[in-house]
């Protein structure tokens, strides 16, 4: 008897371009986990319409109503959530910092794709601060979410060379073809029980051959 796949809920704000790689994954039958659920805090995101297409399940909590009340606001994400038996959350592109009720809520099960290698570069605007710093590799991270942000147990790294030439939008395009090989392979990874946390970091289980070192400039 195979082994169920694990529930997953997408959290999106915009176009979703790691949702689509996550969707795309996940439809090989030997995939450990299943799309089940994209939700959205905006009516308009784009995502939704993909996701809709692929015939997921879409629900959208406009954090709108809700004013200044997180909290309120997270509850009803929780709730909708919980109605379609989500197991493991993924953030990409929500947009929406979390509230520490419902990091505490989903701990363990929530996971997020950053677009550097932390812990360099966290927040915002990460492709220009590398290119700024000089840095010659730069890349992307899966880690696990905590109140902190941009600083939970890491999963998965991805690296890219920093070239001379590049600027954001080139350093950006390079990360987020990463991205979308990244996420699904750390996502992979969790839903088949191959993650556990020891001491603040991730230890994963029947690790593969290790890689030639990633050397840049050569």
């Not at 809709?52 to 200044?68: C, L, N, R």
């Not at 991205?179 to 191959?194: D, F, K, M, N, T």
């Amino acid at each position: 008897m195979s082994t169920p796949r694990k529930r997953v809920g997408v959290l999106i704000s915009g176009r979703g371009s790691n949702m689509a790689a996550l969707i795309k994954a996940a439809k090989d039958d030997d995939y450990p986990a299943e799309i089940a659920l994209v939700l959205s805090n905006r009516p308009d995101a784009a995502g939704l319409d993909h996701a809709g297409e692929a015939g997921i399940a879409t629900a959208v909590v406009d954090h709108k109503p809700f004013g200044k009340d997180r909290e309120a606001f997270e509850r009803a994400l929780d709730a909708t959530l919980r109605a379609h038996d989500i197991e493991i959350v993924c953030l990409a592109g929500f947009m929406r910092l979390l509230t520490p009720w419902f990091v505490e809520t989903w701990a363990g099960r929530m996971i997020n794709i950053h677009p550097a290698l932390l812990p360099s570069f966290k927040g915002l605007d990460t492709h220009a601060r590398a290119i700024e710093s000089g840095v010659k590799l730069h890349g992307a991270t899966v880690h696990y979410v905590t109140s902190d942000m941009d600083a939970g147990p890491i999963i998965m790294q991805g690296a890219v060379p920093v070239l001379s030439t590049d600027d954001e939008n080139a350093l950006a395009a390079r990360v987020l073809g990463v991205e979308h090989q990244l996420y699904p392979q750390a996502l992979a990874l969790i839903a088949s029980g191959r993650t556990r946390i020891e001491d603040g970091r991730v230890v994963v289980s029947e690790t593969t051959e290790t890689p030639a070192a990633l050397i840049w400039p050569v």
